[in-house]
Nanobody, 125 residues
């Protein structure tokens, strides 16, 4: 059974930095694409960042491109998302996702196999 469990969210101030972690069980992250998506109330789930099994491919949404870093620790089987200089528009539920090593378009939510339950991040101005 595959489980992805996010941690690190909560209420933060605009301008602060955020560190989210996703702990995986039931799969070895070295063989999967991993990603973070987010969903604000009333909006569709949107792509934030993705990293390939070999770490060669890394992609970020334009909204976080200059502020975010995604990384994996295959020894701990975790993936981390850092976003610096948070903005109120970063407020959303953040989801960790795992996908096939034959991923074609990581930016499409429907292409991902496994999802965490999500964790809320609220950025106050």
């Amino acid at each position: 059974q595959v489980r992805l469990v996010e941690s690190g969210g909560g209420l933060v101030q605009a301008g602060d930095d955020l560190r989210l972690s996703c702990a995986a069980s039931g799969i070895s992250l070295g063989g999967y694409y991993m990603a973070w998506f987010r969903q604000a109330p009333g909006k569709e789930r949107e792509f934030v960042a993705a990293i390939s099994p070999s770490d060669v491919y890394i992609d970020y949404a334009d909204s976080v491109k200059d502020r975010a870093t995604i990384s994996k620790n295959t020894g701990k089987n975790t993936v981390t998302l850092r976003i610096n200089v948070l903005k109120p528009q970063d407020t959303a539920a953040y989801y960790c996702a795992a996908g096939s090593n034959r991923m074609i378009n990581p930016r499409v939510a429907g292409n991902w196999l496994y999802w965490g339950q999500g964790i809320q991040v609220t950025v106050s101005s």
